[in-house]
């Protein structure tokens, strides 16, 4: 049976979505390394899913209003476990998935599902790089100095969060014709 790519995009949306309960588990249970792989393929499905949806000339509507919804699920389930673990403050992770609750609230009452900023993307990517090196493994080559890297990282993510979430939400000027 021939799926489309727009089937297939949105499955990768769906498979995204529901990455983020294996993956807390592994982070929960100290199988850092799976958890490593299962949030690095769920950021790539991310790129892969937009890509998929472009080939097959334009996403559905459905897979619009999850995409970013899914995003959300996933980066949540790492930054609550570092959170719980006192790598990142409470109140920083607060911040950000109220700013993501927030945002993604706005997009679904758009009629276009609101696309993501260049800034908004740009802020995703920011976060994934940052939680990978926050994960990485400590069996791994190269602990000591990614994992600070990732730290540091995710403060200039939060504030491209707010700053994109401003982007969003700030009334555009009508353009006036005569």
Request: glycine share 10%.
């Amino acid at each position: 049976m021939f799926l489309s790519l727009r089937s297939i995009a949105n499955g990768l949306t769906v498979a995204r979505a529901i990455a983020g309960l294996p993956l807390i588990l592994a982070l929960q249970h100290g199988y850092s390394s799976l958890a490593w792989w299962l949030l690095l393929l769920a950021g790539l499905s991310d790129a892969a899913d937009g890509w998929l949806a472009r080939r097959a000339g334009g996403g559905s509507s459905w897979g619009a209003r999850l995409d970013p919804l899914t995003d959300k699920v996933l980066i949540a389930a790492p930054l609550l476990w570092l959170a719980s673990e006192d790598v990142l403050p409470l109140w920083a992770v607060w911040l950000l998935l109220a700013r993501e609750l927030l945002i993604s609230g706005w997009r679904s009452q758009a009629n276009d599902g609101a696309p993501a900023s260049a800034a908004g993307k740009a802020k995703t990517i920011l976060q994934f790089l940052s939680l990978l090196m926050m994960l990485w493994p400590a069996s791994w080559i190269g602990e000591a100095g990614i994992v600070p890297l990732g730290w540091w990282l995710f403060w200039p993510s939060l504030l491209m969060a707010l700053g994109s979430a401003i982007g969003y939400i700030r009334p555009r000027p009508r353009l006036h014709r005569r």
